[in-house]
């Protein structure tokens, strides 16, 4: 099966632009998850989507992060505006609905560095 | 609120050797545990996943173990090979389904 597909692989931006990831998860997977990973850490949620539905949005900063999953498949990360603390690996997972012990499955992440 | 923590930060050994990996954590109230392996550059691929029922998993060279008392999970890694060299991160999930990674383990493994 074709793993979960992220968009653009790396992105360099000025800080106070706009920036947009797009991911892709595997087919069937209902629950979507947005990651961040800083240098040196683990990967730390965003978002969490069940279908099109927000389970968990509570560590995504909503005055600058924005995320959408229309249709309950593709979904789109944005940030307007970046800064230079937003340099990080967006890493993209999926796993699939039927009950909590499904593994979560990764795309290889968009590396987003601003200057 | 969940802490992951994964010590030692980085781990060098010969080719050949057995190995452990360790991670702690401190609300014992959790769904499973996940070990993952991260190549520079890469996403993460899952290893193993032990749900709270289970005391172990085994695939292949790798067994885990999950102590859900003392907050600790092992992973095992046997007759290590420099393929083996990357960053394994733990993930433990609570009920609500929110998982909280370790900042992981940098192995390398010398020819």
């Known amino acids: 099966e074709a793993g979960v597909a992220q968009s653009p692989r790396y992105k360099i931006i000025e800080k106070r632009q706009s920036v947009a990831f797009w991911c892709n998860p595997i087919s069937g997977h209902a629950t979507l998850y947005w990651y961040q990973q800083i240098l040196g850490q683990g990967p730390k949620l965003l978002i969490q989507f069940q279908n099109n539905g927000v389970v968990d949005d509570s560590q995504l900063p909503k005055d600058r992060f924005s995320a959408e999953r229309l249709k309950g498949v593709d979904s789109t990360l944005k940030i307007q505006p970046a800064k230079l603390e937003d340099s990080a690996v967006y890493l993209c997972a999926s796993s699939s609905f039927t009950g909590l012990n499904q593994p979560q499955h990764f795309g290889d992440g968009t590396r987003l560095s601003i200057l | 609120k969940q802490e992951v923590t994964q010590i030692p930060a980085a781990l060098s050994v010969p080719e050949g050797e057995n190995l452990v990996l360790n991670c702690s954590f401190t609300?014992?109230?959790?769904?499973?545990l996940q070990w993952f392996r991260q190549d520079p550059g890469k996403g993460l691929t899952s290893l193993l996943l032990?749900?709270?029922?289970?005391r172990e998993q085994t695939s292949g060279r790798l067994n885990a173990s999950l102590d859900k008392s003392s907050g600790r999970s092992t992973l095992y890694i046997a007759a290590s090979q420099p393929g083996d060299s990357a960053t394994y991160l733990c993930?433990?999930?609570?009920?609500?389904?929110?998982?909280?990674f370790g900042d992981g383990t940098t192995l390398t493994v010398k020819p």
């Open positions: 993930a433990v999930r609570r009920r609500a389904g929110k998982s909280t």
């Open positions: 609300d014992s109230a959790i769904y499973n």
């Open positions: 032990i749900q709270s029922s289970q």
